[in-house]
């Protein structure tokens, strides 16, 4: 299973670059993430049970900061879910791109979800950025909600909700939205 997906990346020419080489090569790797996941009911489950939960599991965590006596912290990371969402819709309403299970024939949406605005990740983003924020007060909460970001990001191109590039997008907003609110928080400490 792995090897074909492998196989898959080692074929694609990226080499040249131009923005319809990387929506081309966006595209083989979510169908080829999507493929691989639907050959085995165990990959499926995963995927599906990932792409579906992990958000609810980082909602947890943030619960848990608060709970814990990081009520700053939780209460940053909140802003931070408000601010990435309306950055996301402003940046999908510049970039209207549909999800790949509506765009690509041989991608089969394996969570109920509608068509619209795949980019960027808001879930990818979302976590990335309490990580950021969580991260600061308890480094092995930022560490969790990190590795949760990111399985979430794979198991939704597995899935297919998105490309990998809305995951990096996610990834990049996310990471600079938890850095200014974590730092303006230091800024106020130190003042």
Request: charged share 20%; aromatic share 6%; glycine share 12%.
């Amino acid at each position: 299973m792995a090897g074909g997906l492998a196989r898959g990346w080692a074929s694609l020419s990226c080499s040249t670059v131009g923005l319809g080489r990387v929506l081309d090569c966006d595209a083989q790797l979510a169908t080829q993430l999507n493929a691989l996941v639907r050959r085995s009911a165990l990959a499926r489950s995963l995927a599906v049970g990932s792409a579906s939960g992990l958000a609810g599991v980082e909602v947890v965590l943030m619960c848990l900061a608060f709970l814990t006596g990081r009520r700053s912290s939780a209460v940053r990371m909140l802003a931070a879910v408000g601010v990435v969402y309306a950055a996301s819709e402003l940046l999908g309403r510049v970039w209207k791109r549909e999800r790949p299970f509506g765009e690509l024939d041989q991608v089969e949406a394996l969570v109920r979800h509608v068509r619209q605005r795949s980019f960027p990740s808001r879930h990818v983003a979302s976590g990335l950025a309490m990580a950021a924020i969580g991260g600061r007060a308890q480094p092995r909460l930022g560490w969790a909600m990190t590795a949760v970001a990111w399985v979430l990001g794979v198991s939704r191109v597995a899935s297919g909700l998105h490309y990998p590039s809305d995951v990096l997008a996610g990834a990049l907003l996310g990471s600079l939205v938890g850095r200014f609110l974590r730092e303006s928080q230091s800024g106020r400490r130190t003042r």
